[in-house]
């Protein structure tokens, strides 16, 4: 599209006011820039007031929310047997102990029948050995016959026992167990149970479905605290530490640095900062990304400033002060440079209004030097 004459008209008055109010290039750069209210305004110079500033934060780095290890816990079948009953869907609260799906098991009832077999003869053991005390009492049979009534009573204890702990792992509770031993009644039903309260991040089987002992099932995990894992430049990792405060952009959500990585990921030459999310966990979801910044403190406090303001040149860094009647160049020293803004001290004062837009026509004007 060809320029409006307006538009070529305001570039053409631009570009003679800055002759005007430029000095020759071969000249020192002076140390203030006169310029009138009208000359501002052609150049489009806006101001801003520095703000003091203690902290400073890191450019915006992507990160991943995370369950911690230690939170997440695999419900997987104890017997074969088929899924006949879901009793939770995905992204389910639960609490623990709470009853997941119900599966029938074969192996289940073998268990069960064996347990009550040996509970039987248990008791038989326990007759002979309490008429054999007896009799030993008495002095009507030697030592040795009640130590081997006493060894087969304990041999048969042990064996309940043995059957009793493989029940509880194969999910039953400690009053199903003793029901069954009361009532002495068979089930081949047995109910998966969540071990902790949190929520369920995976399903991995569907109703119907036949199952072998040991195949992971369900995933829970407690959702907070949460991880953040951080891919932080491997030049960027210097002088961050465990404990520094890490922020979610534009959430207010802030965690602290839990780890640093000891190695370099090669694809994109990051190391991962890890830090651990309390407050405000419930606003996360495991596997969500987001952006993030490392709050890095400073050497000294000093003022923030949008990055805009900052004029780089051979003797260092300079921002623009609006004086009467134009411009000062302020040396000042970068303490941190962030996402939008930088860190610098330097000979700048709270009522300070500084360039921040038409810098860089001010930059020409000021290196132009005096004729």
Sequence with gaps: MNPSPAHIAGGIALAALLTLIAPTPQAAPRDSIPLSTEQQSALGIGLAAPQAADRAMSRRYPAQVAVPVRQAHVVSAPQDGTLTLLLVALGDPVTAGQPLAQMQSPGLLEAQGALLEAQT???????????????????????????????????????????????????????????????????????????????????????????????????????????????????????????????????????????????????????????????????????????????????RPGWRLPAAALVRTGAGAFVFAQRPGGFAALPVEILAEEERSALVSGGIAPDDRIAVSGVVALKAIWLGGEE
Excluded: Y
């Excluded at 248990?122 to 009507?140: K, M, N, P």
């Excluded at 049979?141 to 042990?158: C, E």
């Excluded at 640095?257 to 606003?283: K, N, S, Y």
């Design 121 to 299: 003869r248990l008791t038989l053991a326990e007759a002979e050995l309490a008429r054999d005390q007896a009799l030993f009492a008495e002095g009507l049979i030697p030592r040795r016959r009640l130590q081997a009534t006493q060894a087969d009573h304990d041999g048969q204890a042990t064996s309940v026992d043995q059957w009793t702990q493989r029940l509880s792992l194969s999910g039953m509770s400690a009053e199903a167990v003793a029901t069954l031993k009361r009532k002495r009644r068979l089930s081949g039903t047995l109910e998966l149970r969540s071990p902790i309260a949190g929520a369920v991040l995976e399903r991995m089987v569907d109703t119907g479905q036949a199952v072998a002992a040991a195949a992971p099932l369900f995933r829970v995990a407690s959702l907070s605290p949460l991880w953040l894992e951080v891919h932080v430049p491997v030049d960027r990792v210097q002088g961050l530490l465990p404990g520094d405060p890490v922020l979610v952009a534009q959430s207010g959500i802030q965690g602290r640095i839990l780890t640093l990585g000891p190695a370099v990921h090669g694809t994109d030459q990051g190391v991962l900062v890890r830090a651990e999310v309390r407050e405000g966990a419930d606003r996360l979801r495991p596997g969500q990304f987001v952006e993030v910044q490392i709050d890095k403190g400073a050497e």
